[in-house]
């Protein structure tokens, strides 16, 4: 499959291209790399619309709905269990493939066993390490465009929601899902309040209008005081009633157009779809805006060197060392190329002991926080019941897993950034090793099976026991045995109760064991991934902290080497050389506010000229 490219206007292009040019004439061809680099994270870019909503909103079939096809399993029974991503096909996954995707890569499968995996969740013996299920197809209403459906189970207050949450704060654009039957609710506005720390892009979606009389116009304007109330960063968020029963009914007209087309408008599909399409290309420009802030840097460099030379070639006024400056930084350089090596594995050093101590406290933390839940609530005792909260706890793992691996790039980066004196370099320098690393997580033992251990030899007498005390307070008939059929109803009551308790005391504890075990191996592989991170970096790290100091140096020498020159130089050639760098110093700075003027025409993310369109009709 080709590589994607992208899509720039010619003012952009001339911006990008003529930056690049400059910079690689006057050897600063590290941002120029740079820049390469950044189109090709930006080109690379896939936009997703992450949906997320309360049990029952109709947020599956809102699913559907986009995408023109019933790929997420709906009804009044089903609520998903698993992640389901909707993506563009390509030639890894062509159109209609359906696949399993866990830490052992993509498994295509047959359509019915994913949707049995996405209404049972994760925990079948055939799809044990399965995390999230996938299906290539092209979206009616948003065909580039990836839809991720999040499991159902468990809410907004659910560990799925916040790993799903996580990752719209890192790919796109986050679609709350609510009905108009009634307004935002307190766990929505609570979530909503959270996602505002992380969150950029939030869209509405107000299900089922067509219900109602008014198609959830009163609904739409409570909830819009409700979040300038609770949520205010959200307060002017695009807010749309829209239903999807009247976009699958305009699906199944054949034959007549202009029934179909006005299904589609009553649905007011067509203009979520809008907003959705117009968020989603805001995700584009930050990728865009990194390139350009790139070839920012790059000539502010340029003209501090330029300008260095500058001073060498006019002189000092008053008739001092004109590049003092020059002399002062290029000993320092030289300093600290005899003790780079040592501060480098002294700072390696430290952020693994921060790291692997800060991991610990939050694994600590998640522990503390499920043992409590396992100890309170009663749902586990059965086995669909653990299902779903081993399900929820899969998903609290991966998302710390995923935020311990944003914090190891993160804080490699900032380390790196220290040595380079640049965050750009350290990107650049570390970009090869980090942006595919991932923590390898080893699989925890299956699901605890909590029938066994329930029916021990212990329990045979507990019917004989209950009969006996049904004997002591007189509950048998005149000449009936203990064994007769009042006995054995109160012995089996008895025995039914001890069942009860017992499944109830097996079922925490082997769930307990379960989360303790989970946790433990988790623990082991953060540390291992913490380790081959820093074991990955250091001789990447090694080799460019060492030419960049190389390359400092010869460049801050050659400023004071030319400074040198040119004081025995003739007045007329030192004129010359001056008006030659006034004339390349106007043409960084006219190239420089040609960006400038671009990168500030980019729409900040969230915050397009998009319609926020919130009339049903």
Request: hydrophobic fraction near 45%; include cysteine.
């Amino acid at each position: 499959m080709p590589p994607r490219r992208l899509r720039i206007t010619p003012n952009q292009d001339r911006a990008i291209t003529v930056s690049r040019s400059l910079l690689t004439a006057h050897e600063l061809g590290e941002y120029a790399e740079r820049i390469n680099l950044a189109m090709r994270e930006a080109a690379g870019q896939e936009p997703a619309v992450v949906v997320l909503g309360e049990v029952k909103r109709g947020k599956s079939s809102l699913v559907n709905a986009l995408t023109g096809r019933e790929l997420s399993p709906v009804g009044v029974e089903v609520a998903t269990a698993a992640f389901l991503r909707i993506v563009p096909p390509s030639d890894d996954l062509p159109e209609g493939t359906w696949a399993l995707v866990g830490p052992d890569g993509r498994r295509p499968v047959p359509a019915t066993e994913a949707v049995a995996f996405l209404r049972a969740g994760p925990g079948d013996d055939e799809a044990e390490s399965a995390e999230y299920a996938e299906v290539a197809a092209l979206s009616r209403w948003i065909p580039s465009v990836t839809l991720v459906d999040t499991p159902g189970v468990g809410g907004l207050e659910s560990a799925h929601t916040r790993l799903a949450a996580w990752a719209a704060a890192r790919a796109g654009v986050l679609l709350m899902v609510t009905d108009a039957g009634q307004v935002l609710t307190a766990p929505e506005l609570r979530f909503l309040k959270e996602a505002a720390q992380g969150v950029e892009t939030v869209v509405f979606a107000v299900t089922k209008a067509d219900r109602y009389p008014d198609g959830g116009r009163q609904i739409l304007a409570e909830n819009a005081a409700l979040l300038r109330a609770h949520a205010p960063r959200f307060a002017d968020a695009p807010m749309l009633a829209v239903s999807a029963n009247l976009a699958a009914e305009s699906g199944t007209v054949d034959g007549d157009p202009e029934i179909r087309e006005l299904l589609e408008r009553e649905s007011n599909l067509p203009a979520l779809a809008q907003v959705l399409r117009d968020r989603t290309a805001d995700t584009r420009t930050v990728g865009l805006a990194n390139v350009l802030r790139i070839a920012v840097t790059g000539l502010d460099r340029l003209a501090a060197d330029l300008q260095g030379r500058h001073r060498a070639a006019a002189g000092a006024s008053d008739g001092g060392d004109p590049v003092q400056s020059e002399r002062e930084v290029l000993a320092d350089l030289r300093l600290r190329e005899r003790r780079w090596r040592a501060e480098l594995e002294r700072d390696l050093g430290n952020f693994r002991q921060a790291t692997i101590r800060d991991v610990g406290r939050l694994l600590d933390d998640v522990r503390e926080r499920w043992q409590l839940r396992i100890d309170k609530e009663w749902s586990g005792v059965t086995e669909a019941g653990a299902r779903e909260l081993l399900g929820e706890l899969r998903s609290e793992l991966r998302l710390v897993t995923a935020h311990v691996t944003t914090v190891v790039q993160d804080g490699l980066v900032t380390m790196a950034a220290q040595q380079f004196g640049s965050v750009d370099a350290a990107v650049a320098v570390l970009q090869p090793v980090t942006a595919d690393f991932e923590i390898e997580r080893t699989q925890s033992r299956r699901n605890p099976d909590l029938g066994k251990g329930v029916l021990d030899p212990s329990l045979a007498g507990t019917a004989v026991m209950g009969a006996g005390m049904a004997t002591r307070l007189g509950v048998h008939a005149a000449g009936a045995s203990i064994f007769g059929p009042v006995g054995l109803l109160f012995g089996g009551a008895w025995f039914l109760v001890n069942l009860g308790m017992r499944r109830l005391r097996v079922g925490r504890q082997r769930l307990a064991g379960a989360l303790h075990e989970a946790i433990a191996v988790l623990r082991g592989d953060l540390v291992a991934g913490i380790d081959t991170a820093i074991r990955q970096c250091r001789p990447e790290l090694t080799i460019a902290v060492e030419d960049h100091l190389q390359a400092e140096i010869k460049r801050v020498a050659a400023v004071v080497q030319e400074a040198e020159r040119n004081a025995g130089a003739s007045a007329r050639d030192r004129e010359q050389q001056v008006a030659a760098l006034d004339r390349e110093l106007a043409a960084v700075s006219a190239q420089r506010d040609l960006v400038v003027r671009e990168l500030a025409l980019l729409a900040r993310p969230g915050t397009s000229g998009a319609p926020a369109a919130s009339d049903p009709r």
